[in-house]
């Protein structure tokens, strides 16, 4: 059984959602290019609806201050940051959908993607060879709703050439094959390589202590300086994330399909949120592992709140995304909503705080994107100089890693996750990558082993790894 609705601007139809999941919606769905974006049950207050989506109607890629438009198997060169284009390419539809996400664009702004707007110094190699920007622009998808245990089909009319017919007919096709199709085997499996590192740990010192001496001289108060590491991987990506999301919960879970490669994630960290008007910023920095129980838990709390050092450093990433949102939103609008609290995640206790403020008449939710990139959190203070001293002694372009992760809605809407705690699968290769904030007190060596122990954190399979 199932009914539809009547909503200005959207279609949307409901289905029995009591023997479906997230996970088999995606299985069922046909299309190469695909996505399934989720939120643990576990932490309520990043939603509760997962998206799965399926054969995008158009994708937009940027490099640099050009961007590339994908329509029907075409590709038109435009000479405008990819950004820009969001605001040209997707329409703002009054609606009044229950959902934060109806129709819109999903996918990745990478770290360097920063150069459309700052000079940070010439472009390092690039190892992975994938878009600064990746975006695919979807006008049917599915709606999980966690709290009401029930789905919903989408659809939003994009372009001027989709009709309310042409949505209706491509509905009932995604109805038929969610009620109707296979959710695939139990899991398919997947075979990951021993993870070998970029460079030696060696290596990693030295630009530990060349970044100290950037600080020692006053360039800079902190620069988060990050390692990747790679590995051979065979079977299916989606099967990786199928663990991880089991491994670690998280307020963003997201796997992104666009045909040559694939984005698995698991990040405890908003970047920046838009509703209507109002953009949220949530800071998190400072630390501390899970206790074996919940007084060890208070323990461990109470200790991370009296450190004088995780708080000065959370102080000043704080005033960054203040700083950041003050740039788009209108004079006198930026508060802090929640400041210095911590929060348990699966295998730490963060710091958290939240910023917010009202964006100015003329900007968009993709300009306070913009602006609040890269997170302080992955880059440093003060950031321009931290992203110029990273851009030295970094040998290669980041990509996705400390970009963000998330989706515009056609509603005007946005939610981008900071990419943390990601994997990039590429062919027969998987990468991921972590940072460290380096200050003035920092030691080197210990710099290097909390990449390490970041990186292990994500993967839960210390066998994986070669120090």
Known sequence: MSRAEAVPGILIEELEGDILTPISIYQRISGEKKFLLESSLKHERSGRYSFIGADPVFELKGNGGKSILIKGGEETELEEPALEMVKKLLPEIPMHAPFPLAGGAVGYVGYDSIRQYEDIGSIPKDELGVPDVH??????????????????????????????ESLRHRIAGRRKEIEEGSAGPSDSGIKISRYSASETKESFVEKVKKAKEYIIQGDIFQVVLSQRMQADIEGDPFSFYRRLRIQNPSPYMYFLNFGEYAVAGASPESLIKADSDKVTTNPIAGTRPRGKDEEEDERLSADLLNDEKELAEHRMLLDLGRNDLGRVCEFGSVKIEKYMQAEKFRHVIHLVSEVSGKLKPDYSPADSLAACLPAGTVSGAPKIRAMEIINELEEYKRGVYSGAIGYFSAGGSMDFALAIRTMLIKGNKAYIQAGAGIVHDSVPEKEYEETIHKLRAFLEDQDDFIN
Request: glycine fraction near 4%; charged fraction near 20%; aromatic fraction near 14%.
């Open 135 to 164: 975006l695919m622009f979807f006008e049917i998808m599915a709606v999980y709703d966690h709290a009401e245990q029930k789905v919903y089909l989408i659809g939003t009319s994009l372009t001027p050439d989709t009709t309310e």
